[in-house]
């Protein structure tokens, strides 16, 4: 078996089990324990308590590799493997009770960055949903024993998914870019959470995906399901605070970046 078969099948158990757990402490309630950078930017016990299950299981399988994960924060290893772990992306949705909400693990190589990594796993678990999202590099990307296969044609306009910063001040601008995308659109989707947006792109459920100020663990997973699946992912505005994560087949993913690059 290939390290990314490997690494891909630790993800997907460890994302199913750590999916388990969040489901679990939602049907209980969910009991906020801080925000973090904006009174929108929460974090929930589940939040840190499935981030801590991850790290524990991840740890006794492979105890050699790097961590960096979204409440925790990097750790690093000694095997050139780093993990990369949202543990609720989605959090908000988690909060309220919207059912799209999910656990993402990656497996990188090389420094934990995205500008310079080469992700060889990814598994994105959506308990709420009973669907979960897998990838090994050079493998394609599968979910329910299924191929996923990002879409070619887009004859009526694109189906687009976004997404929206928490900080107030960034919206005006965020919104400014959806009306500039839409004359390309037949609609526009913002389900809450990013590693759900690219496992839509990887499976045909979008055409095409777009968000500024995503961390590296809202994509690293997501991103390879797109890329497995047939798809381009690239990041622009890489000197801004916010730099833009543009993902879609690769006609779409070309005419997003004609639109939203505006060094093009
Ligand atoms: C969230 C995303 C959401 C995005 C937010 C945030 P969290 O992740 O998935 O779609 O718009 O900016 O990054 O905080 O729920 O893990």
Redesign the pocket.
């Known amino acids: 078996m290939t390290l990314a078969l490997e690494l891909s099948e630790l993800a997907t158990a460890v994302a199913r089990e750590a999916g388990e757990l969040a489901r679990r402490r939602r049907s209980e309630g969910v009991r906020l324990a801080a925000t973090k950078s904006t009174l929108a930017?929460i974090v929930t016990d589940a939040?840190r308590e499935v981030e801590a299950l991850i790290r524990d299981r991840l740890r006794e399988a492979r105890s050699d590799d790097g961590f960096l994960g979204?409440e925790t924060g990097a750790e690093p290893g000694v095997s050139g493997i780093t993990w990369v772990v949202?543990p609720?992306?989605?959090?908000?949705?988690?909060a309220y009770g919207i059912p799209a909400?999910n656990v993402s693990i990656a497996a990188v190589r090389g420094e934990p960055d995205p500008e310079s990594w080469e992700a060889l796993a990814a598994a994105v678990d959506a308990p709420a949903l009973g669907e979960t999202f897998t990838a090994a590099r050079g493998h394609g990307a599968w979910s329910g024993g299924s191929r996923l296969q990002v879409t070619q044609e887009t004859p009526a306009g694109a189906l687009l998914g976004t997404?929206?910063?928490?900080d107030p001040a960034t919206h005006a601008g965020d919104l400014a870019a959806v009306s500039r995308v839409m004359p390309i659109a037949r609609d526009l989707r913002?389900?809450?959470?990013?590693?759900?947006?690219l496992a839509s792109v990887a499976a045909g459920r979008l055409d095409g995906y777009f968000?500024r100020?995503?961390?590296p663990?809202?994509h690293a997973a997501g991103a390879l399901l797109v890329e497995e699946a047939g798809g381009v992912v690239s990041r622009i505005d890489l000197d801004s605070p916010r730099p833009m994560l543009i993902a879609g087949g690769r006609d779409v993913h070309a005419r997003l970046v004609a639109i939203l690059d505006e060094k093009q």
């Open positions: 930017d939040d979204e949202d609720i992306d989605g959090t908000v949705n988690y909400y997404g929206f910063g928490y913002r389900m809450g959470a990013a590693a759900l947006d968000e100020g995503l961390r663990w809202d």
